[in-house]
């Protein structure tokens, strides 16, 4: 699995529109990084949906919420925070993943057109939007479970086959992934008409926008596939730390960070009338626990090119070290084998980056000698995968120490279109009739 | 749902169309009418502002999917912010043949029934009314085509001062909605000659 990943977190929409962020009489206060441990977060704290107001809680510089035990011990502050639905980019891509997701991979029927797209896309927007700020979605029957915002985020893309057909007025353009000679790609997994990227840091409120997208979709699409994931829990670890994989590497330090100068360039199209929106890449990437569990930990860290206990490149002593892939031993061998996953994934041209934003998985599957199925669900964004990101796969697929280890069992592409100004809904304009 | 208001405000410049599109919680007076762009306020803007419908708003207006021919009904909250009293005395859409006013209540055998409210639904000056599954709603019969979710049906509500206020409800797929029609009477069942369509004198 990939092993570069920058620990920042990207301050959620910073250049989006201030407008994007008034809600009415709904209080939102702004926190400043310094109250959230100087790690750089860019969340909107809201105050609790009643309006009632206060001091946010306090954040301890290892990033666990304190309180100051006048609230009989509880402030609610993980699930009292907001991502703006509506703003320039949809949320979802630059805001810092959240603990879960679940990616809905949808296949619209085939009397959708792109008048009932549009339909389907005012429902499910209205409910991103609603759902997103702690309000019940229209027709709620559980009210009281989008109470909890929890950083809630929905992200929507469509296929190659919508983009073609159904969308107008833009040269963005959308082609299938190639075909890797790695893959052993399952259909189940497969590219589907539309995908749902749901992220929430809690599971519940996740659990309830899920069943209402799925209510509000079903007349118009079916639902192909599933993809639940996760990475550390709220609390568990300081904010901004470089998540593991199931594997135990560390797993995305070198990763495009919003203040970077080419972030916008490598993330945000400039497609006309596609401006802001991004691709969305997908795969399923199934780790061989089984026989990964007989390798040694110098083979494990050799394999990827990074030590297992820091992260950091075999040529450095800390995570965010800079890997020297021509640093010789003794002998006269590369330190940083040629083959491991890092020598072969590092971008060789300016091009080759974008956006990691992946989930592990872990489903149960007693067919399975382990008795479950692991893996990552890859998640990247990038304006145009066939530049930056195709490369890097294809030099994977040639060689990569670590692909016997893991096999990629689903494969998909999404245009993500830029985000919907308040009151609008995603990709309005590019389905007009 | 105190946002709809302010969101409302917000999106002056756009259509109505695209006001009912992403948020489908509009509500415009009937003198300016539901293609009208202003928008700035959810309320009627009728010459008077004493009106009944110039005081009244309606937030989350929303319909049941339904096939045409079928019955279906409209939700949201209905809130009189004027200063006087205002009464919802009818409803009209050009979606389907009869509207009326219902309400739900308990029988002698303790189930659940729709029956017509007399009189209307009184708002009270400063209050709200919701209009909700298993509670009061305005009842749409004899469909005339099919409700598609993510449509756009707009009722017109008539006051007891004989002021009109359109309301553009979304259409949504939703099933808890049959209890409306659960009790004495088959929900494809066709609306003519029923209790329900004769109101509470049947």
Redesign the interface.
């Given at each position: 699995m990939s092993a570069d990943h920058t620990p920042e977190h990207v301050p959620d929409g910073a250049d989006e529109p201030r407008r994007a962020r008034g809600f009415g009489r709904r209080q939102l206060l702004r926190t400043g990084a310094a109250a959230l441990g100087g790690t750089g977060v860019g969340w909107v704290a809201a105050s609790a949906a009643t309006g009632a107001t206060g001091p946010a809680a306090s954040t301890t510089a290892t990033g666990a919420t304190t309180t100051d035990g006048s609230a009989a011990g509880s402030r609610p502050e993980v699930g009292m925070r907001t991502v703006a639905f509506h703003g320039a980019h949809q949320a979802g891509v630059a805001t810092p993943p959240q603990a879960y997701l679940t990616l809905l991979g949808l296949d619209l029927h085939d009397v959708v057109d792109r008048e009932a797209l549009g339909r389907m896309m005012r429902l499910l927007s209205d409910d991103a939007s609603r759902l997103s700020r702690g309000v019940a979605a229209l027709a709620d029957n559980e009210p009281e479970l989008a109470e909890r915002p929890a950083s809630l985020s929905v992200t929507f893309g469509f296929g190659p086959r919508v983009v073609r057909e159904h969308f107008s007025g833009t040269s963005m353009t959308l082609e299938e992934l190639p075909a890797f000679s790695t893959d052993r790609l399952e259909d189940a997994w497969g590219q589907t008409d539309v995908a749902v990227q749901i992220c929430c840091d809690d599971p519940l409120t996740l659990a309830h926008c899920r069943r209402m997208l799925l209510k509000d979709s079903r007349a118009f699409a079916d639902v192909r596939w599933m993809q639940e994931g996760y990475r550390r829990a709220v609390g568990t670890e300081a904010e901004g730390t470089t998540v593991r994989n199931v594997m135990g590497q560390v797993d995305g330090t070198v990763n495009p960070a919003e203040t970077d100068d080419d972030f916008s360039r490598l993330i945000w199209s400039e497609e006309s009338g596609f401006e802001g929106g991004s691709v969305m890449i997908v795969r399923r990437i199934r780790a061989r626990m089984e026989s990964w569990d007989k390798v040694d930990r110098a083979g494990r860290e050799n394999t990827v090119g990074r030590r297992l206990d820091t992260g950091a490149p075999l040529t450095g002593t800390k995570e965010h070290d800079t890997a020297d892939f021509s640093a010789t031993d003794e002998l006269g061998f590369k330190v940083i084998d040629p083959a491991s996953h890092i020598a072969r994934a590092t971008a060789r041209t300016p091009e080759e980056k974008f956006l990691r934003r992946p989930y592990n998985y872990t489903v149960p599957d007693v067919s399975r000698p382990s008795g479950e199925d692991a893996g990552l669900v890859f998640i990247a964004y990038a304006a145009d995968p066939v530049k930056q990101f195709v490369p890097v796969q294809q030099r994977l697929a040639e060689l990569d120490r670590l692909n016997e280890w893991i096999t990629t069992i689903g494969s998909a592409v999404y245009a993500v279109p830029p985000g919907a100004a308040d009151g609008e809904a995603v990709a309005q304009h590019l389905l007009a009739t | 749902?105190?946002?709809?208001?302010?969101?409302?405000r917000?999106?002056a410049p756009?259509t109505a169309l695209?006001?009912t599109?992403?948020?489908?919680l509009t509500a415009c007076g009937s003198d300016d009418a539901a293609t009208d762009a202003a928008g700035d306020t959810s309320t009627s803007s009728t010459t008077s502002s004493s009106t009944e419908a110039s005081s009244v708003t309606v937030t989350?207006p929303?319909v049941k999917?339904v096939d045409a021919g079928d019955m279906t009904a409209m939700?949201g909250t209905l809130t009189n912010d004027g200063d006087a009293d205002a009464v919802l005395v009818s409803a009209t859409t050009e979606a389907a043949s009869m509207v009326q006013l219902h309400e739900t209540v308990e029988t002698d055998d303790g189930s659940m029934q729709m029956q017509e409210k007399d009189g209307g639904f009184d708002l009270a000056a400063g209050d709200g009314h919701e209009l909700a599954p298993g509670g009061d709603h305005v009842m749409l019969m004899g469909v005339s085509d099919d409700l598609?979710?993510?449509?756009t049906v707009t009722v017109t509500l008539t006051f007891e001062d004989d002021s009109t206020l359109d309301v553009d409800a979304?259409v949504?797929?939703?099933t808890?909605a049959d209890e409306e029609y659960s009790d004495g009477m088959d929900e494809d069942s066709d609306m003519s000659g029923t209790d329900m369509s004769e109101g509470s004198d049947s």
């Open positions: - | 749902m105190p946002s709809t208001t302010a969101r409302l917000a999106l756009l695209a006001l599109a992403g948020v489908g989350d929303w999917a939700f598609l979710p993510g449509d979304v949504k797929e939703y808890g």
